[in-house]
């Protein structure tokens, strides 16, 4: 089995938002990461909201269109979010500020840069 190591740079706006890149082998992803108080749902009210979101740039690989994400990001977006979900990597319920009242919104756009596979 091939051993990879991924290469990493985190870029930090400010406390809501930071940007990481990670490339591994030929491929290179760019996260951005932000974070908004918001009211909760009214059935969730003890619980922040976590979102995630996939697009696939034209310049990553030419059978890629600009406008909306096609399938795959999308079925992407939703393994990672499933994964995220289910390992419990992000506690949902610590993200609640004042229950009913304000919770933490996550929002991660993952967009790959260059697709080598």
């Not at 030419?62 to 393994?79: C, H, M, N, T």
Request: charged residues 25%.
């Amino acid at each position: 089995m091939e051993q990879r190591l991924a290469n990493s740079l985190r870029l930090t706006i400010n406390e809501k938002q930071f940007i990481e890149t990670v490339q591994l082998g030929q491929t290179h992803v760019m996260g951005f990461v932000t974070a908004q108080l918001l009211q909760p749902y009214r059935d969730r009210p003890n619980e922040g909201t976590l979102s995630v979101y996939t697009e696939f740039s034209p310049m990553a690989d030419p059978s890629y269109e600009p406008g909306r994400p096609g399938e795959f990001a999308v079925e992407l977006g939703r393994i990672i979010d499933r994964g995220l979900r289910e390992s419990r990597a992000v506690d949902t319920e610590s993200l609640c500020i004042l229950s009913g009242k304000l919770v933490w919104a996550i929002r991660i756009d993952i967009h790959i840069l260059d697709n080598g596979g």
